[in-house]
């Protein structure tokens, strides 16, 4: 796989350096460029596949732009919001492409996009779910690991960071006269969030007794691999697929409820059980780092148990 990317990007490597760089200059956030240039990798990769050498992107047909965003679908399981940003970032690599007149078309630009349900409900996991999942750390992780995969994992469930976020945390993000990190959100946004006292000395006890020793320049970063660099996002993830597919073989999990367990969901669950709590929406959004209300409005949702609670109602006297 890693060989197979390398090939694409040698072909290509004019190609994705203006891209990247057209990227940069127009400030675009260090993460969506890197979603996007691995978007194209994809792409090319699928474009490519079976040719023993690149393929002219003058010669994309629109028809195999469709083909790649079923293989999306059939194959990878990609919903239509994902495979929405990987045709707009195929849209926007074609787009740059012919401003440098490196082709002179664009054979995305007008397949249409997929269509997304509208009030869709976020998935979250119930509180005696989270015990659960939070349960079976210890069993997926090494003994060194541990705490910092409790640590990682509880700052998405109970502080809302996305993974992109752990991945970027210093040392030098922690006010430790308020007990609360600085997080990098989207669009290179920092925000405060104060951390619950539990989570907070959690955090400490794994910097000072825990933490990896860094290997040089990576000092700042709070999370360290066993190799001693900053843990990556696909690491983190794994770390939730792991714990995802112990809890299905323990039987702890329906088929159904493990759909709930994403790294992504824990921040659903964090952002879900404030709202439930009474916490009010523009807190919420403060916290969770949307610079939009309306991202914020899907987590206000009301929970079957919320209903029955609203009508437990005596109506004896009306009869």
Known sequence: MEESRSLIISWYDEELSIFQT??????????????????????????????????????????????????????????????????????????????????????????????????????????????LFFHEIEHVSQMRHILRNKVMLSLMAFAGLRVTEIHQLNVSFINTEKKGISVLGKGNKSRYIPLPHNLYELLMDYIKNERELPMKGQEEAVFISRRGKRISRRRIQEITERIRSSLIEQNEFDSWKAGRISSHKLRHSFATHLVQGGTDIRTVQELLGHSNLNTTQKYTHVSDKQKEKAMEMDIGEYF
């Open 22 to 131: 057209d990227m940069d200059n127009k400030d675009y956030s260090a993460f969506t460029i890197e979603n996007y240039i691995r978007d194209v990798i994809m792409f090319l990769s699928f474009i490519t596949r079976n040719q023993s050498d690149k393929v002219d992107l003058d010669s994309v047909k629109k028809m195999q732009i469709t083909l790649y965003m079923n293989m999306l679908k059939s194959k990878r399981g990609n919903g239509a919001t994902t495979r929405n940003r990987r045709l707009t970032a195929v849209r926007s690599f074609y787009k740059c492409l012919m401003s440098y007149e490196m082709v002179s078309r664009n054979p995305a630009a007008e397949l249409e996009s997929a269509k997304e349900r509208k009030g869709a409900l976020p998935t979250y996991l119930e509180k005696d779910e989270l015990k």
